[in-house]
């Protein structure tokens, strides 16, 4: 049978939870959506940031997480999920209820079924939007209908009247004068932050220069001594051939390819191991 509000709650007082975690579910509860498309939600589902959420309960963000683990292991089986970006709120359904039968000794009755039943409680988007309509959404059959849908879409926490107009801008710009009234649904699902900034076009990358035959000596001989033994490096050459000879070596590289000092340092640490006079 279809769960109802009677039946969910029925299993809410039922279950061994926290005093804190079954608030959280009746709140949850309240919220649920019973008509496919009511508030914009699918059915069974209701819609909540966690900020939201958290500021509802009186809790801190932290605590909500904990009773929200909690509630996902119990016997109620709470999912949430956000399959409408990360812009959008948390959609959230109390799935021990979705494979419900008949015998349940926890059913409702039959007069316990109006809200999952009344067809008035479902969002349609039906008609015909003319886009010269006035620009004043509130003067428009549309209002409410944005308001209730865009709950559990990612223009959640965006004025109805911003939405409005950058949908008529959105169309205009297309040469569009009537549209169906799905199109807004549509347009409000696509929402992003910044609807009007265009991305810019990638930059080609800059063809990397061949290197110089000599750059390549210097980087071969730089690699075949790791510079994280460089003062050890140092200290077996210097003892090999004494220091004058070693800053004689250094000087000649730094003539040579015209690099700097620590450079070329590590080229002639590497050229030695290279000759093999030290390790590396």
């Given amino acids: 049978m279809e769960p109802t509000t009677g039946l969910i709650l029925r299993r809410i007082t039922q279950t061994d ?6 608030k959280l579910a009746t709140v949850i509860l309240d919220a649920i959506a019973w008509k496919e498309g009511y508030n914009g939600l699918p059915r069974g589902t209701a ?16 605590y909500l997480t904990e009773l929200l683990s909690e509630l996902e292991a119990s016997e109620l089986e709470l999912r949430r999920d956000k399959p409408n970006g990360k812009f959008a709120p ?31 409680n479902k969002t349609i988007f ?5 886009i010269s309509e006035v620009s004043n959404v509130f003067q428009t059959c549309w209002a409410e209908l944005n308001k209730a849908a865009k709950r559990a879409l990612p223009c959640w926490n965006v004025d109805t009247q911003v939405i409005w107009d950058r949908f008529l801008a959105f169309n205009r710009a297309r040469g569009n004068d009537r549209v169906p009234a799905g199109y807004l649904l549509g ?14 076009p990638t930059e080609a990358p800059t063809p990397q220069q061949a290197a110089d035959p000599r750059e390549r000596v210097l980087l071969a001989q730089i690699k ?24 004689a070596r250094v000087v000649d590289v730094i003539r040579q390819f015209g690099c700097p000092r620590f450079t070329a340092t590590l080229a002639v640490h ?9 390790t590396r």
């Fill in 17 to 22: 939870l926290s005093v804190s975690a079954h």
């Fill in 47 to 62: 819609a909540f940031t966690l900020a939201d959420l958290a500021s509802k309960m009186g809790i801190s963000r932290q």
């Fill in 90 to 120: 948390w959609l959230f359904r109390f799935t021990a209820f979705d494979t419900e039968d008949g015998d349940q000794d926890v059913a409702s009755g039959t007069g316990d079924t109006s809200l999952s039943r009344e067809r008035n």
């Fill in 126 to 130: 039906s008609g015909q939007i003319t």
């Fill in 187 to 200: 347009f409000m699902r696509r929402w992003r932050t910044s609807p009007g900034s265009e991305s810019r």
């Fill in 224 to 247: 075949a001594a790791p510079s994280g033994n460089r003062q050890f490096h140092a200290s077996d050459l210097c003892r090999l051939i004494g220091q004058a000879a070693y800053d």
């Fill in 270 to 278: 590497g050229k030695a191991v290279i000759a093999g006079e030290i």
